[in-house]
T-cell receptor
Framework: AQSVAQPEDQVNVAEGNPLTVKCTYSVSGNPYLFWYVQYPNRGLQFLLKYITGDNLVKGSYGFEAEFNKSQTSFHLKKPSALVSDSALYFCAVRAHNFNKFYFGSGTKLNVKP | NAGVTQTPKFQVLKTGQSMTLQCAQDMNHEYMSWYRQDPGMGLRLIHYSVGAGITDQGEVPNGYNVSRSTTEDFPLRLLSAAPSQTSVYFC??????????????FGAGTRLSVL
């Protein structure tokens, strides 16, 4: 079975501080991993993906994520948070030989000035 | 660029009514999918398609039908609406090859209430 867990419903950080949004996954075989962001009343927007290669993936708006195969994790990070980063963040997984995407429950990021 | 277009944006139904949520994409993507978003549950896959004439079930297909007669369109039909189908529905599309492989592009969503 494939699944994604985002253990934190909400993450609060101060502007300028580093942020981490956690994601762990379960998949049969090698994973494709993704992060998406959702602003209020909008559809999801792609941030970054891991397919293969370097474990550290860089994406849009200064975000990056680190793939850790032994811990089956794909945490989203940013060195310095902005108030405009406040949004709902989703982690997603798909197995290489499977056509279904599975999303986590989402983490609300609040960045305070 | 239009991207993925969903209609309608809002809909209120009575229990037992049927309706079709429309989804169209202009990016020539092979893969299209429907999700529902419920609080605390993230997005759950309803149905998906890897090309015209090919559809398959996702995690929560019961109560929903789909068809894919063209590459561009992927409508979602509710045959007999139930209050449990109150949700926000998103359509997404992606390429199955090339540099943008597997990156899903989402529509703006349809907010459905079933009374």
């Amino acid at each position: 079975a494939q699944s994604v867990a985002q253990p934190e419903d909400q993450v609060n950080v101060a502007e300028g501080n580093p942020l981490t949004v956690k994601c762990t996954y379960s998949v049969s075989g090698n994973p494709y991993l993704f992060w998406y962001v959702q602003y209020p009343n909008r559809g999801l927007q792609f941030l970054l993906k891991y397919i293969t290669g370097d474990n550290l993936v860089k994406g849009s708006y200064g975000f990056e994520a680190e793939f850790n195969k032994s811990q089956t994790s794909f945490h989203l990070k940013k060195p310095s948070a902005l108030v405009s980063d406040s949004a709902l963040y989703f982690c997603a997984v798909r197995a290489h030989n499977f056509n279904k995407f599975y999303f986590g429950s989402g983490t609300k990021l609040n960045v305070k000035p | 660029n239009a991207g993925v277009t969903q209609t309608p944006k809002f809909q209120v139904l009575k229990t037992g009514q049927s309706m079709t949520l429309q989804c169209a994409q202009d990016m020539n993507h092979e893969y299209m999918s429907w999700y529902r978003q419920d609080p605390g549950m993230g997005l759950r896959l309803i149905h998906y398609s890897v090309g015209a004439g090919i559809t398959d079930q996702g995690e929560v297909p019961n109560g929903y039908n789909v068809s894919r007669s063209t590459t561009e369109d992927f409508p979602l039909r509710l045959l007999s609406a139930a209050p449990s189908q109150t949700s926000v529905y998103f359509c997404a599309s992606s390429s199955i090859g090339g540099i943008a492989k597997n990156i899903q592009y989402f529509g703006a969503g349809t907010r459905l209430s079933v009374l």
